[in-house]
């Protein structure tokens, strides 16, 4: 008898975590939420200087609006590393916004500050494989 007012108080608690939505049994993050990520991964690897990573952010699809390519990207900024031009630029994504349309997403801008002045970029980003990765990027006007 007391298994079975064990058991039973078992079963009810577990019943009510389901029914109350328990935390662990969400559906996971939004893909606004993993586009943040994202971009969060890519700007900690640009400011750690790893190219791995930072070249793991983007698509084997990648074409900026300039015309360069996933290979072109790495090519620069390995020498941006090796020059330490990293030392004096400042990234900042405070005022970027990120918006979506179904497997395509906006994330801008992403403000780069030097003492030689400021650039605004606006990347593209696509969902490939579950994984959201940088598709384009494109300069803002100043």
């Known amino acids: 008898m007391k298994r079975s007012v064990i058991t039973k108080l078992g079963v009810g608690i577990l019943t009510a975590a389901l029914l109350c939505g328990c935390q662990t049994l969400g559906r996971g993050p939004s893909d606004k939420e993993l586009v943040n990520t994202t971009m969060a991964d890519w700007k900690a690897a640009l400011t750690a200087r790893?190219?791995?990573?930072?070249?793991?952010?983007?698509?084997?699809?990648?074409?900026?609006?300039?015309?360069?390519?996933?290979?072109?990207?790495?090519?620069?900024?390995?020498?941006?590393?090796?020059?330490?031009?990293?030392?004096?630029?400042?990234?900042?994504?405070?005022?970027?916004e990120t918006t979506i349309e179904g497997d395509k997403a906006e994330f801008g801008p992403v403000e780069f500050i030097s003492d030689r002045g400021t650039m605004k970029i606006d990347y593209t980003l696509q969902k490939e494989d579950g994984a959201w990765r940088i598709v384009g990027s494109k300069r803002q006007e100043q």
């Open 50 to 96: 790893d190219m791995d990573k930072l070249m793991a952010a983007y698509s084997e699809n990648y074409a900026s609006e300039r015309g360069t390519d996933k290979n072109s990207v790495r090519e620069f900024m390995t020498r941006v590393f090796d020059e330490d031009w990293m030392d004096n630029i400042k990234v900042n994504m405070e005022d970027a």
